[in-house]
């Protein structure tokens, strides 16, 4: 399923990121805050975290979720699903391949047992003022790229300004209320913002830095395959467009010894085979021909691992609980179609996905049903609205639908038989009173004459035993839903170019949400070609409560406007939520060891693997059975 963070580059400037120093020089170190003639307060740190204090103090040796034990060497074989085209995750042309982040390092770097810090890398130091509306970093004088040249501000502010000019349109858009970036010293960049924003000082500093003498004479808008400079722990050492890359650590990587990097991204290979399809992938893995393996069907977990390899101990099955903040897996609607405007139409639709029958008969009552774009936060509405909601929302009150003011949304709840008809009986009742009607099984819209035929876009064949049920539900209401499977690229492609009437999407949960928030769902992103505002939302409310998130100056503000939000978003039916699971499953061949101590929010760098490492002593015994 695709995310809403559709590279790991963009993710690295929209969800809290991850690294060291603490001096404002190479030579002076500063003391912890300096108070200025205008009361403001200047912060100098080896960390960033703008809710609170981070975890780790300047001289930590390691983070707790890494192993001493942990030794550099060897080689994981892991695999994608879909293609790639281009080598460059950064703009919307083409395909990109995964696991950018391999290659591209950020100013600083973030730890898996806090959701909201980062720690210096590339970035020894940061500044900051207690108002919010300036960063600043001064970068290790060490550090260079992949080919020996240094790292310096004026690459940092070339990343800045490429990013936002001729990158996907998701950076303009996260990086709207950056003033100025300034080049201070070879080795000092500083951004003034355009007003107080706590949440934008993380996404800068989550920055990837590209190297400007590589890139400033390319066009950086077109595909390549050509291998770039890289700033990383690896470089690319081989690839075959749209089958497979092979990244290799860099052995005297000026940042290897970093305490960051101390027990994180131990192999000296990582091999990344492509896959169109994953059932394809997971015959594959079986064969051995992948090392690791992340389960997302939940039948393939329960009826799919009675083989040989599991039983005696080759295969390893691991059951781990998720204690990440959950996202929105959903069903989308294009706001761009006609017929999807009317929000009558997009709730029958809801009402006749019958989740509790599809949890039962198909994924082995593994899921629970996902209820919030703040699943499991608080920042899920409950109830009825506070007073703090209630003074957020009022303004808008002629535009917003009633349910908003009453209880939290919560999805219609069948039985589980597959005969769902008191929701379809409700659904129905909902079509009549906005003005539909039914001729020969077809419903007609209010106008009479519009058949309600929609197409359904999915991309994984696999989606099909889940899809058709609810289709035959939405035949019953006389909606005619044509499920279309195309390939990723023709999917990716049409999804930015919003050229579907219903598809299939992940939104990436925050654990604490941001300026994300203004680039899913804002008015001026419906307007931006290939923004990250698929279902093309242009809603007064919206624009205001996601501008009060990142303005929040406190958590109980901040917590009001997203429950708020919520609100808005559940009851509008801009999407038909889906399900969650509370545990992630993962297969590997059995000659890796890992940490004791597992990461507590960190699966997003290749589901945790990034602190396990090569057992030589495993593999030979692997190998001779």
């Given amino acids: 399923m695709f995310s809403i963070l559709r590279f790991s580059s963009l993710a690295f400037c929209l969800t809290a990121s991850f690294t060291l120093g603490v001096q404002a020089s190479s030579d002076a170190p500063l003391p912890a805050s300096q108070p200025t003639a205008v009361s403001e307060v200047i912060i100098h740190s080896h960390a960033l975290n703008v809710y609170g204090q981070p975890k780790y103090a300047a001289n930590f040796e390691r983070f707790d979720y890494t192993s001493p034990k942990a030794v550099k060497g060897g080689r994981i074989k892991l695999a994608e699903i879909g293609t790639f085209d281009t080598t460059n995750p950064y703009t919307t042309k083409g395909v990109a391949i995964r696991n950018a982040g391999l290659v591209h390092g950020s100013l600083m770097t973030g730890s898996g047992d806090e959701p909201s810090t980062l720690y210096a890398h590339i970035a020894q130091q940061v500044s900051y003022s207690d108002q919010f509306d300036w960063i600043s970093f001064t970068l290790n004088e060490k550090a260079v790229f992949s080919d020996g040249k240094p790292v310096t501000a004026h690459d940092v502010k070339f990343t800045f300004d490429v990013l936002t000019t001729k990158g996907d349109p998701a950076y303009k858009l996260a990086f709207q209320d950056v003033a100025s970036v300034d080049v201070l010293k070879d080795n000092h960049v500083k951004f003034t913002l355009k007003q107080k924003n706590r949440d934008l000082l993380s996404s800068i500093a989550s920055l990837p830095v590209l190297a400007k003498h590589y890139w400033q004479d390319r066009d950086f808008e077109k595909t390549t395959l050509d291998v770039p400079v890289s700033s990383g722990l690896y470089s690319i050492a081989k690839l075959e467009a749209g089958r497979f890359v092979t990244y290799k650590r860099n052995p005297t990587y000026w940042a290897r010894d970093l305490n960051v990097n101390n027990g994180v991204y131990n192999f000296d290979e990582v091999h990344v085979d492509y896959y169109r399809d994953t059932e394809v992938a997971f015959e594959a893995f079986k064969a051995n021909s992948y090392d690791y393996h992340f389960e997302l069907t939940s039948k393939t977990w329960a009826t799919g691992y009675d083989i040989s ?297 290749e589901y945790g693997i990034h602190t396990w490492w090569f057992d030589e002593a495993k593999a030979k015994k692997l190998n001779k059975q």
């Fill in 309 to 605: 390899a599991v039983k005696n101990g080759d295969i390893q099955k691991l059951l781990i609980d998720d204690k990440r903040v959950q996202g929105m897996q959903a069903t989308i609607f294009n706001l761009r179609q006609p017929l999807l405007q009317d929000i009558h139409l997009r709730q029958a639709i809801s009402m006749a996905f019958d989740f509790e029958w599809t949890n039962k008969n198909i994924f082995y009552n593994a899921y629970t049903r996902t209820q919030s774009f703040f699943q499991n936060t608080p920042y899920q509405a409950q109830g009825k609205p506070s007073p703090a909601e209630l003074a957020l929302l009022n303004p808008f009150k002629d535009i917003l639908p009633k349910a908003v003011f009453g209880d939290a949304f919560v999805a219609p709840v069948t039985d589980g038989s597959g005969n769902n008809r008191t929701v379809l009986r409700q659904a129905k009742k909902l079509l009549t009173s906005a003005g539909y009607t039914i001729k020969q099984g077809q419903l007609y819209a209010p106008d009479g004459k519009t058949p309600i035929v929609l197409e359904m876009m999915e991309r994984q064949k696999s989606l099909n035993r889940i899809i058709n049920p609810w289709i035959a539900n939405l035949k019953r209401l006389g909606i005619i839903v044509n499920l279309r499977f195309i390939d990723q690229t023709q999917w990716i492609n049409r999804l930015q170019d919003y050229d579907f009437e219903m598809a299939s999407l992940v939104y990436s949960g925050r654990d604490i949400p941001g300026n994300e928030q203004i680039i899913y769902w804002g008015s001026e992103s419906a307007d931006t070609p290939k923004s990250s505002n698929y279902i093309g939302i242009k809603n007064k409310a919206v624009d205001s409560l996601t501008r009060t998130i990142v303005d929040a100056s406190d958590e109980e503000n901040r917590i009001a406007a997203a429950r708020a939000l919520d609100r808005v978003l559940m009851h509008s039916h801009y999407v038909v939520p889906k399900y969650y699971g509370e545990h992630h499953r993962i297969a590997f061949w059995n000659k890796f060891s890992r940490p004791k101590t597992p990461t507590t929010y960190d699966f997003r760098h």
